[in-house]
């Protein structure tokens, strides 16, 4: 009976083997059936079912397979093909990771040679305390930093060049691999996995300096070309020509070079240099691009053009590129400079003589630029608009450039300075032979029989934060920008018969949109496009669209990124504007100032506040003096608009022009007065405007009044219960009770949602956040609400001041009581999970 069993059990197993074998589990295919299998998931990978059959039908090396086993085959097919890229990212993931822990290695070798540097000099000046001052120090522990006196050489012997560049070489290795300065770690740049790199600077050494160290996906020749070429980079640099190249005893190359750079603004001179720049390859294969100032003449092709710079200082200076295994370079980058800071104004200083101004522009900027260009090599950067990254770029730097030439304004692109009305506080510059075309094609360049005007000014500001003006005119360009005048600088760029607004009157809704083209990788550059709303008032044409198109580059926004320059320029556009497409650009350009320790400045009135920003920014632990520290700041603020003329209206141009940017300048001031942090602390006093209560009152009356659990806390008292209140996570706005209800209060959430800054809160009014079916509800509960206190509104959709359509699971509102007489102050709303649509 057992061996019965157990044949039937071997035969059943038996039978369900050959089952699974007959249908396909396991099936061995051909190098034919493999071949055409593969061709149709080169075309497709994951075919339907109808697809799989005609295949099987079409092809007849594959009939005696089942369309389960083909469908089988594909779905391995498409598990192998995700194994291989999750593999091959791990690799190069090791791969960045090795290279990036043998960069942090070296980095804490030379942390720890520079610690064993200064205890050395640390028992040095212990033993000098308690002995007779010697004439003369201990050698070793001398700091190898050379000074101006001995970098300054003579180039008209060329049989010395070689040594020269040898010894820049080596002081050039001690500074970026060694311990020659001492480093210190960039502010607010700590390294991390997701950081561009490793950034220091040196607040001990002559004159300022920077340095960088990361891991870049490019060859080693391929970013020492990127980084020779300076003006594709660094957008302070006019130009650069090497005026003689000579080959090197030991295979490198030796240039002398003359560069250009700006001035940042109207209030100071330009720079020069003239230097000896040495590229040569290391015994480990590392590839050095070192260079340093020499003395002598060097300058340029237009000795008379050079005479408006002022020659500045490049101390042993460049680029460490060594190839990693698998693909890849490590590369250490110094900037040294002396920019001559006694040729500027004394308030100006503080900007040559920041080594954080200098990490910014150069240092930083280097190496970003260095990865955002393997980034799009590799693919990773998708940009909108059809447009090509190398485009976009060079749209980036045609804006930056036709902006700081309107600044400085050089005698030989063609401007003059025409006389100014005595103020002297806005300077009027005229180019006649200005050609505005992008590219050397004389098809797409566009002249005038006029040229082009500028208007420029610069101003100091004091405790404005760059990053928050800027992003306020950006978001808000109707509180300072006049769009008449946007139209005739819009309108002067076209040919034809309306060349000039006035010929067709125009109405400017006030609406702008921003639509982005492209951001650099973290974000510290955004290029876009701003659409400004417009119709026509005649009435042959009234429904004809008279829209406005800027082309607009914002960048330095971040408020935590110490020493960068804050910029918003801007140039109008066809709508669909061409690659080479004419531009004039204007803007703003606002760049912090250092302060030297021990610097007092004058502080602002704490009584001027416009709005309850003083109540939010603060929390019980600060202390005075660090408030004073922290917002006792200055910044430069440099202003220049270009508009194109006819000759014929040369002086009414520049009047106007001249009008105008005086407005702007009184926009601006008026808009910095707002925003700035001065009278921070609510103990001060800071009040929303006459008769308002004071922001902790008031954020004690919105939560008492409030009925539902997750705001009455009425264990926080005082700033605490203000700073819930504003950090709370569901948008919470106050608007007034009048024939026309406008905002007075927005927490964070709120500001957000609106899009919008508490400066310019109290410009918008009930009616326009809420759509139809919204205003509705308000309505119909609104006796509701004034009854009994409170009434929860429908889910719907709001408005932000930008356009975007904004979402909420529900509304609730509340009337606002004062704490004394139970008198009705304001009506409160809360929107509960909003989200953009």
């Known amino acids: 009976m057992a061996m019965a069993v157990a044949q039937h059990r071997e035969s059943s197993s038996s039978g369900s083997i050959d089952k699974h074998l007959d249908s396909g589990k396991y099936v061995r295919y051909t190098a034919e059936q493999v071949e055409a299998l593969e061709r149709v998931y080169a075309e497709c990978p994951k075919p339907s079912s109808l697809r799989r059959q005609q295949l099987i039908r079409e092809c007849p090396i594959l009939s005696n397979i089942e369309p389960k086993q083909i469908k089988v085959w594909f779905q391995n097919r498409r598990c192998r093909e995700k194994q291989r890229k999750e593999a091959s990212r791990l690799q190069t993931v090791n791969r960045k990771l090795t290279a990036m822990n043998k960069l942090l290695m070296e980095e804490n070798d030379r942390l720890q040679k520079q610690v064993s540097q200064l205890v050395c000099e640390n028992g040095y000046m212990r033993q000098q305390l308690h002995t007779t001052p010697a004439a003369t120090t201990d050698a070793s522990c001398d700091s190898v930093v050379t000074t101006p006196q001995q970098t300054m050489r003579d180039a008209n012997n060329p049989a010395g060049l070689l040594s020269i560049a040898e010894e820049t070489l080596t002081e050039f290795l001690s500074k970026a691999t060694g311990t020659a300065v001492d480093w210190v770690q960039m502010p607010g740049m700590k390294p991390g996995p997701d950081s561009v790199g490793i950034f220091a600077i040196s607040q001990s050494c002559s004159g300022v300096a920077a340095r960088a ?55 100071a001179p330009a720079r020069d240099f003239w230097t000896l720049r040495y590229t040569t390859s290391l015994e480990n294969g590392s590839l050095v691009v070192c260079e340093r100032s020499l003395s002598g003449s060097g300058s340029g092709p237009n000795p008379a053009a050079a005479a408006q710079f002022v020659r500045a200082e490049t101390l042993p200076s460049g680029y460490l590129i060594r190839p990693c295994e698998g693909g890849g370079s490590i590369i250490h980058i110094v900037d040294h400079l002396n920019l001559e800071a006694w ?198 044409d009234a429904f004809v669209s008279r829209d406005i198109h800027l082309l607009q580059i914002c960048s330095g926004i971040d408020e935590h990124a110490v020493g960068a320059c804050s910029e918003l320029i801007f140039a109008p556009i066809d709508e669909m504007f061409p690659d080479d497409a004419p531009l004039v650009p204007s803007g703003f350009r606002i760049i912090p100032l250092d302060s030297k320790p021990g610097d007092k400045k004058d502080t602002v009135a704490t009584n001027r506040t416009l709005d309850l920003t003083s109540g939010f920014e603060v929390s019980p632990a600060t202390t005075q003096g660090a408030d004073a520290s922290s917002h006792n700041t200055r910044s430069v603020l440099t202003i220049a608009f270009q508009f194109p003329f006819d000759s014929s209206l040369q002086d009414n141009v520049a009047v106007m022009a001249r009008q105008y940017v005086r407005s702007v300048i009184s926009s601006v001031q008026r808009v910095a007065m707002a925003i700035s942090p001065s009278g921070i602390n609510p103990a001060v006093g800071a009040k929303l405007s006459p008769g308002s209560p004071e922001a902790v009152t008031l954020a004690h009356w919105i939560c008492q009044s409030y009925r539902h659990a997750y705001l009455s806390r009425y264990s926080l008292v005082g700033d605490m219960m203000l700073k819930h209140l504003w950090h709370h996570q569901d948008a919470i706005l106050c608007c007034s009770l009048k024939s026309l209800p406008v905002f007075i209060f927005a927490n964070q959430a709120g500001l957000d949602m609106l899009e919008t800054t508490l400066v310019a809160l109290q410009d918008i009014t009930l009616d326009k956040i809420f759509d139809e079916s919204g205003r509705k509800a308000l309505c119909s509960d609104f006796a509701k609400l004034m009854e009994q206190g409170f009434a929860y509104l429908p889910a719907g959709i709001c408005m932000s001041t930008m356009g975007r359509h904004v979402s909420y699971d529900q509304a609730i509102a509340w009337k606002v009581l004062t704490g004394e007489d139970n008198n009705v102050h304001c009506l409160a709303f809360s929107f509960i999970n909003w989200s953009f649509v």
């Not at 060859?219 to 190249?245: G, N």
């Not at 749209?395 to 030989?412: I, P």
């Open 213 to 267: 160290c990361g891991l870049v996906s490019l060859e080693p020749t391929k970013i020492a070309e990127i980084l020779k070429d300076r003006p594709s980079w660094f957008r302070d640099c006019r130009s650069l020509e090497v005026f003689t190249m000579f080959p090197a005893g030991n295979g490198g190359t030796i240039e002398l070079v003359y560069t250009q750079t700006y001035a940042p603004t109207t209030l």
């Open 343 to 540: 040729s500027v104004p004394e308030v100006l200083r503080p900007l040559y003589e920041s080594s954080k101004v200098i990490a910014q522009k150069m240092t930083i900027a280097a190496l970003r630029y260095i990865r955002q260009i393997a980034q799009e090599t590799s693919g990773e950067v998708v940009y909108g608009l059809g447009r090509q990254p190398a485009v976009l770029r060079t749209f980036s730097q045609r804006l930056s450039r036709g902006f700081n030439d309107a600044v400085n304004g050089f005698n030989d692109d063609g401007w003059t300075v025409l006389n100014c009305d005595g103020a002297e506080d806005v300077i009027i510059a005229v180019n006649s032979t200005k050609n505005l075309s992008g590219t050397s094609n004389p098809a797409s360049s566009l002249t005038f029989l006029g040229g082009i005007l500028c208007a420029k000014a610069s101003m100091l500001l004091q405790n404005v934060p760059p990053a928050v003006l800027v992003r306020f005119l950006r978001e808000h360009r109707s509180e300072w920008a006049d769009f008449n005048v946007d139209a005739y600088a819009a309108a002067s760029l076209k040919a034809g018969t309306y060349a000039y607004p006035g010929m067709r009157p125009t109405r400017f809704t006030g609406s702008q949109i921003i639509m982005p083209l492209g951001h650099t990788i973290e974000h510290e550059e955004m290029l876009e496009v701003i659409r400004l709303e417009g119709h026509s008032l005649a009435q042959e």
